[in-house]
């Protein structure tokens, strides 16, 4: 099956500067791949995707890029501010057959703006 | 506006207890899913339903069962509690493009 690993696991940052998570999935048959804001005490919620036949997703200071090849992806926050403190989690996920959607998570990042 | 909802938020029970973990959306949505989360192991798959009546085992199903009876609805039953249970539980649905989650549950098994 799919094996999805996710770093750092922690990562404090100032205010204003970038944060970047790094993924790297195990199934080349992996073609969608999600990220998810968790906030303490609420549910994960989609931030932003990226399917495998495009290679950089922009959506205001989120980000996200994919290297088919080697099997990574990453998302990156530029200008961070406090309300970017979270858990945040990649996912990966194939497209066919039954159980189609069944995605495979990261085992998370906590992320720390400091103001 | 989808929304997946569960029937607790916060749960007490005792060990040997048989408890129900019940979740609802209101998208029509074949997939759903039951994970458990724990600190530092993100969010694990316990069990998954693509259609009514119908079951997959996820990545950690000892010591659970589900039920699907109805497209909308997907329990989370343990038959018989134990303190490595304790846990928030999350339920989610998935459509088309997206997978939304519920509020989840955080069991207390004492």
């Known amino acids: 099956g799919e094996n999805v690993e996710q770093h750092p696991s922690t990562l404090s940052v100032q205010e204003g500067d970038s944060a970047v998570i790094k993924c790297t999935y195990s199934?080349?048959?992996?073609?969608?791949f999600p990220w998810y804001k968790q906030e303490l005490g609420k549910r994960p919620q989609l931030i932003i995707d990226?399917?495998?036949?495009?290679g950089e997703k922009k959506d205001q200071r989120i980000a996200v890029t994919l290297n088919k090849t080697a099997k990574h992806f990453s998302l990156h926050i530029t200008e961070t501010q406090p309300e970017d403190s979270a858990v945040y989690f990649c996912?990966?996920?194939?497209?066919?057959?039954?159980?189609?959607?069944?995605?495979?998570f990261g085992k998370g990042t906590k992320l720390s703006v400091i103001p | 506006d989808v929304k997946v909802t569960q029937s607790s938020r916060y749960l007490v029970k005792r060990t040997g207890e048989k408890v129900f973990l019940e979740c609802v959306q209101d998208?029509?949505?074949?997939?759903m899913f039951w994970y458990r989360q724990d600190p530092g192991l993100g969010l694990r798959l316990i069990y998954f339903?693509?259609?009514?009546?119908?079951?997959e085992k996820g990545d950690i199903p000892e010591g659970y069962s589900v039920s699907r009876e109805k497209k909308e609805r997907f329990s989370l039953i343990l038959e018989s509690a134990s303190t490595n249970q304790t846990s928030m539980y999350l339920c989610?649905?998935?459509?088309?493009?997206?997978?939304?989650f519920g509020p989840g549950t955080r069991l207390t098994v004492l």
């Open positions: 996912a990966a996920r194939k497209s066919s057959g039954a159980g189609s959607y069944q995605l495979t």
């Open positions: 998208m029509d949505h074949e997939n």
């Open positions: 339903s693509y259609d009514v009546k119908m079951k």
């Open positions: 989610a649905s998935h459509g088309p493009v997206e997978q939304f």
């Open positions: 199934d080349s048959a992996s073609n969608y």
């Open positions: 990226i399917r495998s036949n495009v």
